[in-house]
């Protein structure tokens, strides 16, 4: 779980990672501010509990940009290998 952590953006907040509402490492699709929570204690812990059982719709914001370089992404998929 790399999280760009020493990376080309330097140390992140985890948070800043979570563009939609899925989580980057395990693809769980959670309510808004869970997926954060979710992020940000999987991170903190060293792993990701992994998928739950209350699915949900995945929201993409109209534009992917990397909150750290301001790279723009055409797909999910693509900035979430960027962040990874």
């Not at 490492?25 to 309510?31: D, E, K």
Request: glycine letters at 8%; hydrophobic letters at 30%.
């Amino acid at each position: 779980m790399v999280v760009e952590k020493g990376a080309s953006h330097g140390e992140t907040d985890v948070c800043q990672c979570c563009l939609t509402n899925q989580c980057i490492w395990c693809g769980t699709i959670l309510r808004e501010q869970v997926a954060k929570g979710h992020m940000q204690r999987s991170y903190g812990e060293g792993f990701c509990p992994g998928r739950n059982k209350c699915p949900c719709e995945l929201k993409v914001p109209n534009e992917l940009k990397c909150p750290f370089c301001e790279v723009i992404f055409q797909s999910v998929q693509s900035i979430y290998e960027h962040l990874n």
